[in-house]
T-cell receptor
Framework: QQQVKQSPQSLIVQKGGISIINCAYENTAFDYFPWYQQFPGKGPALLIA?????SEKKEGRFTISFNKSAKQFSLHIMDSQPGDSATYFCAASPFSGSRLTFGEGTQLTVNP | GAVVSQHPSWVICKSGTSVKIECRSL??????MFWYRQFPKQSLMLMAT?????????EQGVEKDKFLINHASLTLSTLTVTSAHPEDSSFYIC???????????FGSGTRLTVV
């Protein structure tokens, strides 16, 4: 019940295209859903996060869509750029300061 | 924004020796710090959670005597890998939580290689 399932495992997109990564969860107590971007040899960096009281959040080229009834959320990267090539992790936690449960990660490659 | 400084960024040590990794929150008080381990092309695996001034809570399967965690102040947590062996070679990452609005800030990670 603590798992967060992430797909796809890897994704190749052409420059300018839309990258879509999906996550699903089981634990209805989860209340915070962040997405992290990680470059090789670096720690994860927060990209964007959402709470279940909204269905969508947009920050620049990055959008989270959240479907509470389906217990799914997704990351959309518009106008994908080669510099977006990285590993992306979704995560979830039940309350402030508690442990994050991570998805398995998606390796995104944006071809020029 | 919130910054977490993690040192060293990489370390090579001989088998049987101990290595200490530091994690500092530079501009906020971290009430809770998390230590993760990450193998190549895998997700982050939580090792332990530490709260300032109290003993760390270790995840199942993580040896508390091998991975010593100290969270002596609201800005500093350390992870000591004792009697390191080659199988302990991994990427270790800390994370600090202190913002009431679900803020988690990650350190830049430490690449440990035990030879």
């Amino acid at each position: 019940q603590q798992q967060v399932k992430q797909s796809p495992q890897s994704l190749i997109v052409q420059k300018g295209g839309i990258s879509i990564i999906n996550c699903a969860y089981e634990n209805t107590a989860f209340d915070y859903f962040p997405w992290y971007q990680q470059f090789p040899g670096k720690g994860p960096a927060l990209l964007i996060a959402i709470r279940p009281d909204v269905s969508e959040k947009k920050e620049g080229r990055f959008t989270i869509s959240f479907n509470k009834s389906a217990k799914q959320f997704s990351l959309h990267i518009m106008d994908s750029q080669p510099g977006d090539s990285a590993t992306y992790f979704c995560a979830a936690s039940p309350f402030s300061g508690s442990r994050l449960t991570f998805g398995e990660g998606t390796q995104l490659t944006v071809n020029p | 924004g919130a910054v977490v400084s993690q040192h060293p960024s990489w370390v090579i040590c001989k088998s049987g020796t101990s290595v200490k990794i530091e994690c500092r929150s530079l501009d906020f008080q971290a009430t809770t710090m998390f230590w993760y381990r990450q193998f190549p092309k895998q997700s982050l695996m939580l090792m332990a959670t530490s709260n300032e001034g109290s003993k760390a809570t270790y995840e199942q399967g993580v040896e508390k005597d091998k991975f010593l965690i100290n969270h002596a102040s609201l800005t500093l947590s350390t992870l000591t890998v004792t009697s390191a062996h080659p199988e302990d070679s991994s990427f270790y990452i800390c994370s600090a939580a202190g913002d009431v609005n679900y803020g988690y800030t990650f350190g830049s990670g430490t690449r440990l290689t035990v030879v």
